[in-house]
């Protein structure tokens, strides 16, 4: 082999389409709504925020490097032993820990057609190849999930409920899932947008992390909880596997001032619940009026909801972004997620709601 003129990643990390966030502005416009990233209308609790500026005075320190608090209010919240906690800077980091703990080269990782981008970001950074199973109805399909398991197969990444399609699979669904999965296969259940969810066929997957050996969920702050800026997330697991992401994880991944936050946050339920019931009002607001526009609306359980376009010049989801964009209400557009004629929108204040559609009527020449 010829001699490197320069230092080359492994091969996967060329690969890897880096993540593109949700737009944050939009030129020549002094007020915008971001709708873009799934953040919350409501912000975070006045608690957490008093927590986090309590922490100002003691920068200098680091944190605890084992986030001892936080581990034991989530445990509290959710009646989970603190000693089964992970912490990190945001899912995405616990994602990526996952993907390095248990993918390496000559590995496959699954995730489904739709399936949030980090999966396959994860997946090639750990040197493994990502699998896609194919979506029925916007929707993971299991079987599908079991026919792309191959003997190289080590993760199974699946979001429920779905970012950016809003679709969830049952619990009945996952556990068959579980079932049929090899043992040694990790089933990743992330659960992002759980909170939200109004669902009694719906369970974030904590029952089944708690009876098995190779099932974790991760949960985040930056949804509900209004603390995106933080970065701070948790995944639950069985012990050998919190201990092998223990041993990989940077020593002090989670800062203080977001330790102490999420603390102040995991104690204030009524901010969770006013955020779960603006949202609760507003997606069935904005499914009904959006789909009596004539565009078609995938059912969503989370705190965004995705919007069809028709392909007729004027009135794509290119065409409406534009619109929408000169008037500041930023939604996401999903080209990199396989959806180009889609636009995903977070359910955001009454203001912003209202005006999405009004603008979306504008679109399509029709009275809102
Ligand atoms: C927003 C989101 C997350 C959360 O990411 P953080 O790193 O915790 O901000 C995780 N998974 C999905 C599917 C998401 O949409």
Not at 34 to 43: I, M, Q, R, V, Y
Not at 160 to 171: A, D, H, K, L, R
């Amino acid at each position: 082999m010829p001699a490197l003129q320069r230092p080359e990643p492994r091969a996967g990390v060329l690969k890897i389409q880096a993540y593109v966030p949700g737009k944050s502005s939009a030129p020549g416009v002094a007020k915008v709504h971001k709708l873009s990233s799934n953040e919350t209308p409501l912000g975070p609790s006045p608690q957490a925020v008093a927590a986090y500026i309590g922490e100002a005075e003691r920068l200098h320190d680091y944190p605890d490097g084992a986030a001892t608090a936080l581990r034991e209010a989530i445990g509290r919240a959710f009646g989970l032993d603190p000693a089964r906690i992970v912490c990190g800077a945001g899912s995405d980091e616990l994602l990526n820990l996952v993907a390095h703990a248990y993918l390496g080269p000559g590995d496959e990782a699954i995730h489904t057609t739709h399936g949030f981008l980090v999966y396959p970001i994860a997946t090639l950074a750990a040197g493994a190849t990502p699998v896609v199973a194919p979506e029925t109805n916007y929707t993971a399909d299991v079987d599908t999930i079991l026919a792309a398991v191959s003997e190289r197969t080590k993760v199974v990444f699946l979001a429920n409920p779905n970012n950016p399609t809003g679709t969830y699979v049952p619990f009945d669904e996952v556990k068959r899932l579980h079932r049929a999965l090899p043992p040694h296969v990790v089933l990743m259940l992330d659960a992002a947008y759980a909170e939200y969810v109004r669902r009694n066929d719906y369970e974030a997957g904590i029952e089944l992390v708690a009876t098995s050996e190779n099932v974790v969920m991760c949960r985040t702050f930056s949804k509900i909880h209004g603390l995106a800026a933080l970065r701070l997330g948790w995944l639950y697991g069985p012990p050998h596997i919190v201990d092998a992401l223990n041993r990989i994880r940077g020593p002090f991944n989670v800062n203080a001032p977001a330790i102490a936050a999420g603390v102040a946050a995991m104690g204030d339920a009524a901010h969770v619940e006013r955020s779960r019931a603006h949202n609760e009002r507003w997606l069935a607001w904005l499914t009904e009026e959006i789909g009596r526009l004539g565009l078609a609306v995938t059912p969503s359980v989370g705190n965004f909801l995705l919007i069809h376009f028709p392909e007729a010049k004027g009135r794509t989801a290119k065409d409406a972004d534009a619109l929408l964009t000169s008037r500041g209400l930023i939604l996401r557009r999903l080209e990199p997620y396989r959806l180009p004629n889609a636009l995903r929108m977070t359910v955001g204040s009454e203001e912003a709601n209202r005006q999405v559609v009004a603008t979306l009527a504008e679109l399509l020449g029709k009275s809102a």
